[in-house]
């Protein structure tokens, strides 16, 4: 008897200074009851927990003429939930609209989860090093306090959880006054899909701060859908998949479930980082057979010229083998660059020329190359082939015919003027013959470069005063 009478005076006392603190103004927020229910086993722990999270809130400040309001000499934010739920996603699925709700109120749900399961990590610790929490049980147990207090929802640990910390974690849990579902209610609507995705963000971020390990957590039921509950599932993302077959007897339309994983765009783009990777060593892989199998043709036409006696059959092996040294060198190139897409085309114009000079031994050949590389970063493989086999059929032409001294010279620019580039190949040569008629000349290096610019949907013209002057013009 005397017990009971010793309970109902602290009883007593606890109310008369909850009276006197309703006299005087809250300044700390009053839980008159429980704030977490857990499975027995569990009791003893979150009990420490109630009483290390109501002292955390035993300072609360409330200055509206500053704008703002601290809780233990944190500065917190009041927001009005159907903005973080409700609304939001009505919002999201109009500007979405084109997408289809399903897909809209996925692009918000991943939203909404990366930035709760963010505020959870950093409340958890914020808390954790506040309140002095070590082991990860202890931290795990304020969260759901801490959840109650800041408004967010009242936790129902169901028996069967095993928050243990390995791959074994298993949470299983109820939010019968989610905020998010509550909105829903409130506006008198009834959602298709589970809602309460900040719930499911915030905890699992809590608890993956608690406990070192990546969670996520999944509502398999939600009452904003009409279920009896908002339940959720939280384990390691890549074990989840196991648990959600559990739910078969829950009410729900089917067993199908959308897990969110914290910031799974980014882990998206990550993979598709390491895909482009894997592509881009295949791509030069292929740039690499491709320029040894020309190089093995190469050598073979070099070979072959060994048997060959007459000076024209010569000639015509030479060029070729010119030809296709010259397609070989840009998959060099692209072998070596860190860019496998893109060619550098003034280095490349330089390796074909240098080929062509010493093929020919006319190094005493001054060769000027102009290019500004600012102007060609994004210069791809079907431009710089076609290019690269029309500088080696003019410069081949002016090597050969061209000079009779050793004093010539030839310019190589490339400039871009709007969308279009400009290619000038010109030397100081002997210039063509004065009956000369591009249109009635049939020589297979003319026709090659009349082919070549047509790939570039491009058009050319010859210049023949003080030399010959080709011009190239083709869009870019």
């Not at 955390?56 to 939930?81: C, H, W």
């Not at 990546?214 to 939600?222: D, N, Q, S, Y």
């Not at 000639?315 to 010259?326: A, C, D, Q, Y």
């Amino acid at each position: 008897m005397s017990e009971e009478v010793n309970i109902l005076k602290q009883r007593v006392k606890e109310l008369e200074s909850e009276v006197e603190q309703l006299r005087n103004g809250i300044t700390h927020f009053l839980a008159t009851d429980k704030t977490v229910k857990v499975p027995e086993q569990f009791r003893p722990i979150f009990d420490l927990a109630e009483e290390t999270v109501k002292q955390y809130f035993t300072k609360l400040k409330a200055a509206p003429s500053k704008g703002k309001i601290e809780i233990n000499d944190q500065r917190y934010v009041l927001m009005r939930a159907s903005s973080l739920s409700y609304g939001f996603l009505n919002k999201i699925r109009d500007l979405y609209v084109d997408k289809g709700e399903k897909e809209a109120y996925l692009i918000g749900r991943n939203f909404l989860f990366d930035i709760a399961h963010v505020i959870g990590m950093e409340d958890a610790k914020n808390f954790h090093e506040s309140m002095g929490l070590k082991d990860p049980i202890s931290k795990l147990s304020a969260g759901p306090i801490h959840f109650a207090y800041t408004g967010w929802a009242f936790v129902d640990i169901l028996p069967e959880s095993n928050p243990s910390p390995d791959d074994n974690y298993y949470l299983k849990y109820h939010h019968p006054y989610s905020f998010e579902a509550d909105s829903w209610i409130r506006a008198g609507v009834k959602s298709e899909f589970p809602v309460c995705v900040m719930n499911a963000g915030y905890s699992s971020g809590w608890c993956e701060e608690s406990f070192g390990m990546p969670l996520t957590a999944v509502e398999i039921t939600c009452k904003a859908k009409g279920d009896d509950n908002c339940t959720f599932i939280m384990a390691p993302p890549h074990k989840i998949q196991e648990y959600l077959p559990k739910t078969h007897n829950l009410k729900t339309e089917n067993d199908e479930y959308d897990v969110p994983l914290f910031f799974e765009r980014q882990k998206a783009e990550e993979q598709i980082k390491a895909s482009l990777k894997e592509k881009e060593t295949l791509l030069k892989e292929v740039h690499h057979r491709v320029k040894n199998n020309l190089q093995i043709i190469s050598s073979l036409l070099n070979l072959q010229t060994n048997y060959l006696q007459d000076k024209e059959s010569i000639e015509l092996f030479l060029e070729t083998k010119n030809r296709i040294k010259t397609l070989a060198l840009v998959h060099e190139r692209l072998y070596k660059s860190e860019d496998v897409q893109y060619v550098n085309i003034k280095n490349y114009i330089k390796s074909v020329v240098e080929l062509l000079s010493f093929s020919y031994d006319k190094e005493y050949i001054d060769v000027q190359i102009d290019i500004n590389e600012s102007d060609f970063i994004n210069f791809d493989l079907d431009k710089a082939i076609p290019c690269g086999l029309i500088i080696n059929e003019i410069v081949s032409n002016s090597y050969k015919h061209a000079f009779n001294t050793l004093k010539g010279k030839i310019e190589i620019s490339c400039k871009k003027e709007d969308d279009k580039c400009i290619l000038k190949i010109s030397d100081n040569g002997v210039g063509m013959p004065k009956n000369f008629d591009l249109e009635k000349l049939t020589s297979l290096g003319l026709e090659l470069i009349d082919v070549l610019v047509n790939q570039l949907d491009g058009d050319y013209h010859v210049k023949n005063q003080k030399g010959t002057e080709y011009i190239i013009t083709f869009p870019i």
